[in-house]
Structures are given as C-alpha cells and as structure tokens.
C-alpha cells in the first residue's frame, strides 16, 4: 500500500514538473467525476420531481443523494484519487469527520429516528374518516415519538428519508468536490435546469393547462401549478433559489473577469438569467414570491449598479455599462408584455386587505394554532410528519380554520384540511420540539458562519449571500416552502455548493500570490 501511494506521488510530482511551463492543469480524479455525476443528476432532477411528494419521486432523489455521498467517502483505487493529492480515502473520511455539519446534521437524523421507533399516538382509518388514538410508547413517555401513519400519505421515516436525501447530497458535494471545474459544472447544470423549469411554467400558463408538463395529473386537492410544483408558493420559492445562485455566479464571474482584465463573460448570462426567473416569478401569482423576489432582485441591480459604478470611476468601458443598462430594459419591456396584470391587481388587493385584517388572516391563525400545538410537547415535540395527524385538535378551536366558509342562514359549513401549518419555522417546533430544532439551528448558523469564504472573495457577493438566506427565511414564515422535499435538497446542496466554490476559488488565488512572492 505505501508503494502505491508513493508510485501516486511521484506520478503527481512528474505531471506538475513537466506541464509546469505549459500551465496545463492537473486533470480531475475518477473518485470527483463520479461524484459530480451522481450530484448532477440529482441536483437537476429537483427542478423536475414534482416537489419531492410522489414516493418514486422522494426515492430518486434519496438514491441520487446517497450514491453522491457514498462516492465521496468511499474507499477506490488509488489511481481513481487523483495526481492533485485532493482526494483520498483517509483524507476524504477526515474532511467528512472535521465537518461540523456532518455531526449536527446526524444527531438531528438519529433523534428523528428515535421519534419513529416510539410512537405514542396512532392514526385509524374508518370507511370514510379517521382519527388518532394515544398508544403506549414502546421506548417510554420520556422518549421523543411520534405518530404512527402511512408512510405513503407522512409519518416520521418518510420525514427521515427527505432530510437524510438533504444531508447525503450536501456532504457528498462538501466532501467530494474539490475542483472548481466540477463546482461550476454542477452549479451551471442546477441554474440551467432551474431557468428550463421557469420557461415551461410561462408556457404551461399561456397554454392554460392544469396538468404538470401538460401530462401529470396533480395529486393536490386544490392545485395551483406553477412548472413542476403543485404549489405555485413553492414553484416560486425555488425560483427565487435559483435566482440567489444566479447572482452569486454572477459576481463570482465578475470578479473573474476583473482579475483576467477580461470586459465580457459568463456573468451577463447570469445577469440574463436572474430576469428570466424574476418574470417567472411575476406570472406565478404568488404574493409572497413576488414580494420577497422583488426585494432579492432589486438588491441585486443596486449591488451590480454599485460595481459598474466603481468600474467607471476607475476607468472601466462605458459600453458595458450601457449594455447592462440595455439588458434590463429589454428583459423589462419583455416580460411586462407576458404580465396578466388584471390577475396582479386582485392578489395586491387581497394582500392589501389581508394586511388591514391581519389578525383574522387564515395563515395568522393557522400559526397560532400550530403555536398552541407546539406548547403542548414543547421539548420533543410531537413527531416529524405528525402536523397534519395532531393539527385537527387544535384548528377546532378556531371556526375560521375549522369550517370552510359561513353562510348567514346555515352558519358555518364544510371543513379545511390543513396539510401544512403554512409556516414551517412554527411547525418545525410542533414537530420536532426545542431539541429537534436546536439541530436545525445549528445547521443555519453552519450556513450564516460559511459567509465568510463569500465575502474573502467579493464584498457585494456576500452581502447578496445574506440577503438571499434572509428572504428565504422570510418565505417562510408565510409558506411551507421546507415541506417540499425538491426544494429542501436543492436548498442545502446548492448553498453548500456555492460556498465550496468560492472556498476553492480564495484557495487558488492565495496559492498564485504565494508562487508570485
């Protein structure tokens, strides 16, 4: 074994040592194309599951995720590691086990299993209903549970098995990818799948169809599409994750170019990209999409108005800036011409009367309930994938949640079904409990603390960073946006990705300033 490492080295060495002048780059491992592989096609087949809430759907992406994972860590010839000396078996399981977010991300996933394994509440199905009845917890009352359900409909391991895709895809990506080459591959295939998912929502919309890619029918009792997504709050929402990456492609080329003394690059199709996406978030009619997309979006164009200014004032051309300016006003005019702005002036009104009675709002109270519920298991909580099974006891004491509408001479009549308390952030604490969520919170702060390795690399790319996790944190509070099981494995591997590029990108430029000195 140490022969064969040494004969790798060597070999290494002897590559670096005749292409040094010709600045031919060292080529990428077997071990990280395999893993870009398995990354890419996951990653692209979020934007194309149908949110993640069809078993096979669900299923594929665990798959995807776990292959990823199990390729970054596994252990392969050493000829697959590589000459750049980046992978290797050990040194891949110890930048596994030095990460903070694989220790936090597995107690959150072992404590959810402990939620599945002591169920203390069951769901019963009669001929047309069902309810829930307390059972004996097999592991004890002092044990986080949960209820025992269908996998099909949501119980805790379908939970488990969404949260485990998440995690087994950000740290295959984390872990395994350590070229920026295989980076931008990954994140230019997500971008590009994501801007395929907003052109056919535009055209499902213009065709008026109410099937998903003019073929599915859709599973939601109340279905509101917008491309692959059944809900069009979460279709947005993804959108507005593509266009954060989008933007921070953008500077990150920018930056590129300035440093190559370069006038063009890939960072006017990011730009071209970004209000592709912001149009398709127009024309899904979602309010908060619109509202949240607006404030990325202008963010963005005052960041990127701010660098083409201290271009100018540097001596930079002119002519880009006229053809950024040029851009936009095209992009505008264009997509203004697809606007139903009829459609635009009634989700305004509602919002505007939603706003002067907000107390009564349906979201509002839906969060009060799922608060009340919360308290009640305050600790623990009630079990992941339980929200919809416990929701009931607490939405009857509200009859505007409870019943459907109300009729001035038969009083109140029908009933809601609440699937999801349409703020995740509350239903993560009435699922999972102040112990569940300390994990969560841990892994957000992983997130926030990354930060860092963007602004090493442009200011304006980590300040757009902030806003992006700021909005999307905002969308929650109104939607059930981390429900969907696309969304909530493309949100940790992208960010997680993107902040691995410009890891690797800082990496690269310090080593050229050392080899300069």
């Known amino acids: 074994m140490q022969v064969s490492f040494r004969k790798q080295l060597i070999k290494g060495w002897m590559f670096r040592a005749v292409h040094k002048k010709e600045k031919i780059a060292i080529p990428v491992s077997m071990r990280e194309w395999i893993v870009c592989c398995f990354a890419f096609t996951t990653l692209v087949f979020t934007a194309w599951s149908f949110g993640g809430y069809r078993d096979w759907t669900l299923h594929l992406l665990f798959f995807g995720a776990v292959c990823t994972f199990l390729a970054s860590i596994f252990p392969m010839p050493l000829a697959w ?13 110890k930048r596994l086990f030095s990460s903070p977010f694989f220790w936090v991300s597995l107690c959150f996933l072992f404590y959810i299993l402990i939620q599945y394994a002591n169920p203390s509440m069951e769901q019963i199905k009669g001929e047309r209903t069902w309810w829930i009845e307390a059972v004996k917890p097999p592991l004890g009352a002092e044990f986080p549970s949960s209820v025992q359900a269908d996998y099909s409909e949501m119980n805790a391991l379908r939970a488990w098995v969404g949260h485990l895709a998440a995690f087994a895809l950000a740290l295959g990506v984390w872990v395994g990818i350590q070229r920026r080459k295989t980076a931008l591959i990954l994140l230019w295939g997500f971008v590009l799948s994501g801007v395929g998912m907003g052109f056919v929502a535009i055209l499902q919309k213009l065709s008026g169809t109410n099937k998903i890619l003019w073929f599915f029918e859709t599973v939601s009792l109340y279905p509101k599409l917008w491309g692959t997504f059944v809900y069009r709050n979460q279709g947005a929402s993804y959108l507005i994750l593509i266009m954060l990456i989008s933007g921070l492609l953008y500077f990150f080329y920018l930056k590129r170019s300035r440093e190559q003394l370069k006038q063009g690059g890939p960072h006017f199709l990011c730009f071209l990209f970004l209000f592709l996406l912001y149009g398709s978030t127009w024309m899904a009619l979602s309010r908060g999409g619109i509202i949240l997309g607006s404030v990325l979006v202008l963010f963005f164009c005052g960041l990127a108005f701010l660098q083409n200014g201290l271009n100018l004032f540097k001596g930079g051309s ?25 459609e635009i002036d009634r989700r305004m009104e509602d919002l505007q009367a939603i706003s002067q009675n907000i107390e009564s709002y349906s979201r509002t109270l839906s969060t009060q309930a799922t608060w009340d519920m919360a308290q009640d298991r305050l600790s623990y909580g009630w079990g992941a994938g339980s929200f919809r099974y416990v929701f009931p006891i607490y939405q009857k004491e509200y009859d505007s949640l409870w019943f459907h509408n109300f009729h001035k001479k038969r009083g109140w009549q029908g009933r809601k079904v609440y699937q999801y308390a349409h703020n995740d952030w509350v239903q993560f604490l009435a699922e999972y409990g102040i112990v569940g969520c300390s994990f969560l919170a841990l892994l957000f702060i992983f997130l926030l603390g990354l930060s860092y390795k963007v602004f090493q690399l442009s200011a304006l790319a980590g300040s757009f960073y902030l806003v992006g996790l700021a909005v999307i944190a905002l969308h929650n509070f109104v939607d059930f946006i981390f429900s969907s099981p696309s969304y909530w494995v493309a949100f940790w591997a992208s960010l997680l990705l993107v902040l691995k590029l410009f890891y690797l990108e800082n990496k690269s430029l310090k080593r050229s300033a050392n080899k300069a000195l």
């Open 318 to 342: 002119k002519w880009l800036s006229l053809l950024f300016l040029a851009f936009m006003v095209i992009g505008g005019l264009f997509m203004l011409q697809l606007f139903n702005w009829k």
């Open 81 to 93: 590691n590589g000459y750049d000396r980046q992978q290797g078996n050990v040194k891949n399981l």
